[in-house]
């Protein structure tokens, strides 16, 4: 069997963990591994070369991912259906493995089903915003990363009282990113592009937090409406000064979490036996804590918002 590993869209933490997984399987049964670089325009391009185990175990605890990805439209240029039967008879690849994040999961695994080519999706992206999957590779350390910058501002908020600290995180279009890390950092609010707030209402809100605890800290989506003028408006709102960070793409070359790695290396576990007893088409999801292989592709839908019950605690609204 020779499979063909390809990173689409945006990369995310433990995405080389499982490359490196994916590729001591597949060699230690004497199959063959070969990497993309450039995501789908790389491999219309023949971009393939052979997986170099120990290299990969090298980088499978970084960040990033250590086969490059694309976010070029390439599969949608004319003739790329047939560009992709040449490289994959050539080459003599029986299936795809694929790393990608909503975009790819909706638009891109469907058409690669409706071509005939065999591809399992392992769904990755730090948003965690693919709907059919409770849970998208990276997104444990792109929160770890977000909580470490949460202490520090902690840590100077305590030392220097009298403002407010906007944290913003990566995530778009999406505020499910955000509402986690908000949640497990005990931030004093949430600022969710689902769930835009009143500006006089966060205003007021923000003046008794910092009246009450010395400081307010604010974790904002990278998507939320207008945000930098927030950042203006809010000191002249309050008269209190107005710290803003934001962790930018910093976070999503995160270290990677224990439980990224865990996961990495389950997910590529599940697609590997799926090849191996056949299978064509899937996505491997995690629901109720388990993961398994959905069987095809998944339906196209955007995931449901972020949880309003837990968005309504964090905010005490
Ligand atoms: O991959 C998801 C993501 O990191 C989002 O959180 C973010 O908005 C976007 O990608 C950034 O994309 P780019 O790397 O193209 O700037």
Redesign the pocket.
């Known amino acids: 069997m020779k499979t063909a590993i390809i990173v689409s ?4 933490p433990g995405i080389s963990a499982a490359i490196d997984s994916f590729t001591r399987l597949a060699l230690q049964s004497g199959d063959q591994v070969l990497g993309a670089q450039g995501g789908f325009s790389g491999l219309l391009d023949n971009q393939l070369a052979e997986m170099d185990q120990s290299l990969v175990s090298l980088l499978a605890g970084r960040g990033g991912s250590i086969l490059q990805s694309s ?1 070029d439209p390439a599969l949608e240029q004319p003739g790329a259906r047939q560009l992709l039967g040449d490289v994959l008879r050539r080459r003599e690849i029986d299936n795809l493995l694929l790393f990608g ?1 909503d975009g790819t999961i909706r638009h891109l695994a469907p058409r690669l089903a409706d071509w005939g080519a065999s591809c399992i999706v392992l769904p990755a ?3 965690n915003d693919v709907a059919g999957t409770d849970y998208t590779l990276g997104h444990d350390s ?1 929160c770890n990363f977000a909580l470490a910058a949460v202490d520090g501002i902690r840590a100077t908020a305590h030392a220097l009282p009298g403002r407010i600290f906007l944290l913003e ?5 999406s505020g499910h ?1 955000a509402l986690a890390i908000a949640y497990a950092s005990g931030a004093h609010l949430a600022l969710l592009p689902e769930y835009p707030l009143e500006l006089n209402w966060l205003a007021r809100r923000l003046r008794e937090t910092v009246a009450r605890e010395g400081y307010a800290l604010v974790v904002c989506s ?2 939320y409406p207008d945000l930098s003028r927030l950042v203006d408006e809010i000191p002249r709102l309050t008269g209190i000064r107005v710290r803003f960070t934001t962790l930018g ?1 910093a ?2 070359g995160a270290d990677v979490s224990h439980r990224d790695r865990r996961v990495a290396r389950e997910m590529s576990r599940v697609a590997w036996r799926a090849f191996k007893r056949g299978a064509a088409n899937g996505v491997v999801i995690v629901r109720d804590g388990a993961l398994a292989l959905h069987d095809g592709i998944l339906p196209s839908r955007t995931k449901a918002p972020p949880d309003r019950k837990l968005y309504e605690f964090v905010n005490q609204l």
């Open positions: 869209g945006g990369d995310a976010r994040g992206t730090i948003d792109a995180t990566l995530g778009a279009p990113l990278e998507a793409h976070q999503r």
